[in-house]
């Protein structure tokens, strides 16, 4: 009963937390992007990252909160295979989103002789069409799932059970072995990216280090722009779901590979799932300090407002 409670309270937690954390991300950042003298590229993908890490919650942080918090059956064999659908594709999409958000980041540092520079996105709305892609193909990737799952209302005791409140049935192996080395090419594939990009803006972090050493002035030494900590901020994110993903990983494997059920093991690896749409936030708010940012903004706004009316 103590393990039950802690699931519960775990769940919740996770699914709450990281929604509001989320709602908040992309609401400070669509004032900035409205308010702002500028659109910068990495606004527009940060909305969109918290907007998929929302849709990864409510897909899969609601029902196993609803699950775990005893409620059975309360998904039909149509709302299963959405929920189910949604989950795969939210988290292809993160993938892709966390990769271009990186590289973005890693073009936008690049020194002007650098041949990356120009790639630079002339606007922020010239990335709009790699949001297309990304859900179009991870759309596809997870075309399969829609035949494979079925909601545990049909009480069909034979079939795999995947989740607490959908099963997942026996996929056709024809299917499942063209699908799977996709999924796992797109994984290498921007994972690759978002390494490269990961390691090019250390190097390039490194070298504004070791210039700003060279400098007397202490007030220099300490200053660092708002590029290149925006740079940081990524590769904190960066990080963040290098860890989540490959721990992810792992417990998967180990799981497929155990012979005897583990039911604590499992309820980890269910939280780790969650864990990068729930934590990615908090790494954002922090670094970037955009509650104080956003709050001080809307106050200054208000501030002006009174005094347009005090005038008049």
Not at 56 to 62: E, R, S, T, V, W
Not at 253 to 273: G, H
Request: hydrophobic share 50%; proline share 3%.
């Amino acid at each position: 009963m103590f393990l039950r409670f802690i699931k519960q309270i775990v769940f919740l937690f996770m699914t709450v937390f990281g929604t509001l954390g989320n709602i908040s991300v992309s609401v400070n950042y669509m004032f900035i992007w409205c308010g702002g003298p500028e659109q910068k590229p990495i606004h527009l993908i940060l909305i969109h990252l918290a907007f998929t890490n929302i849709i990864m919650l409510f897909a899969k942080g609601l029902p196993k909160t609803m699950a775990a918090f005893g409620l059975r059956n309360f998904l039909d064999d149509i709302e299963c295979k959405i929920v189910i659908y949604l989950q795969r594709v939210s988290r292809g999409v993160s993938i892709c989103t966390s990769s271009l958000l990186t590289v973005v980041q890693a073009i936008i540092i690049s020194p002007r002789a650098s041949g990356w520079r120009r790639l630079r996105p002339q606007s922020a709305w010239h990335i709009l069409p790699f949001f297309s892609f990304f859900w179009t193909l991870n759309a596809l990737l997870a075309m399969n799932l829609i035949q494979s799952i079925t909601s545990t209302s049909l009480n069909i005791s034979q079939f795999k059970n995947d989740d607490n409140y959908c099963y997942l049935l026996l996929e056709n192996q024809k299917i499942k072995w063209i699908v799977l080395p996709l999924m796992v090419l797109r994984d290498a594939v921007f994972q690759g990216a978002m390494g490269g990009a990961s390691v090019y803006m250390v190097h390039l972090l490194h070298k504004h280090h070791q210039h700003v050493l060279h400098l007397q002035n202490s007030k220099l030494l300490y200053r660092t722009p708002p590029e290149l900590r925006a740079a940081q901020s990524v590769l904190l994110l960066m990080l963040c779901f290098v860890f989540f993903y490959w721990t992810d990983c792992a417990f998967s494997l180990f799981l497929s590979l155990s012979l005897e059920k583990k039911t604590l093991m499992e309820n980890i690896q269910k939280f780790i799932t969650l864990g990068y749409a729930t934590f990615s936030p908090v790494v954002l708010i922090h670094r970037e300090g955009l509650l104080t940012e956003c709050w001080h903004a809307q106050w200054e706004k208000f501030r002006k407002y009174l005094f347009y009316f005090s005038i008049k």
